[in-house]
């Protein structure tokens, strides 16, 4: 009986936390979850070109820190009206504003992209940015950006022309500190591996 209370307290916790736009964390003392806490949290779902906008705004604003994992980022000087080259800028004239910029881009993408990757490591590299081509054997598929410790945008967006331009995309922009320091954990075990 106490389990099944329990149980639909929860279940009931939840589906209230889910309208009332708070997400549950769990609580993790060692390696044992011993229950919940409620967090707040905002979440703006971003679809097609709305993902380009949103994203702009917020390195232009950035203060401290961006840390992005990209599985393609296709930079093409020869294009001036490319949305991907915006965004790859953006990370330049952040860093120039001094903030710590870093990025990881997968090493080996299919149909092609790999030089496009190596094209925006080289450029990334050589205005000062932090820069790593994962050559590990787990591919890296992620599309995450991590803004001042509180802002992460991750979904289906890649950082291309099509992606950002073209494609049907979606991704969602959370703005909460507990949400960016988990992305960020995994982040860093990502390098560190």
């Known amino acids: 009986m ?12 939840v589906v209230l936390a889910f309208f009332a736009g708070v997400a549950l ?24 070109r709305d993902y380009y906008h949103h994203l702009i705004k917020d390195l232009e604003r950035a203060n401290e820190t961006i840390l992005v994992a990209m599985y393609s980022m ?9 949305w991907a080259n915006d965004v790859i800028r953006e990370l330049v004239e952040a860093r120039e504003r001094g903030v710590n910029v870093t990025v990881i881009l997968e090493y080996r993408t299919y ?25 590990d054997t ?24 099509s992606a950002l331009y073209y494609n049907r995309e979606t991704s969602v922009r959370i703005v909460s500190k507990k949400v960016a320091e988990e992305f960020e954990s995994y982040f860093w075990t990502i390098i560190r591996s």
Do not use: C
């Open 2 to 13: 106490q389990r099944t209370s329990f149980a639909v307290l929860t279940s009931a916790l």
């Open 25 to 48: 964390s769990p609580v993790i003392v060692g390696k044992v979850k011993i229950g919940y806490r409620i967090t707040p949290l905002q979440v703006q779902v971003l679809t097609d």
């Open 74 to 82: 296709i930079y093409d000087p020869d294009d001036p009206e490319d």
């Open 111 to 135: 149909w092609g992209y790999m030089d496009d990757n190596l094209e925006a490591y080289e450029y990334l590299t050589s205005h000062g940015i932090t820069a790593y081509l994962d050559e």
């Open 138 to 161: 787990e591919t890296d598929h992620m599309k995450l950006v991590i803004i001042d410790g509180y802002i992460v945008y991750v979904g289906s967006h890649n950082w291309s022309e």
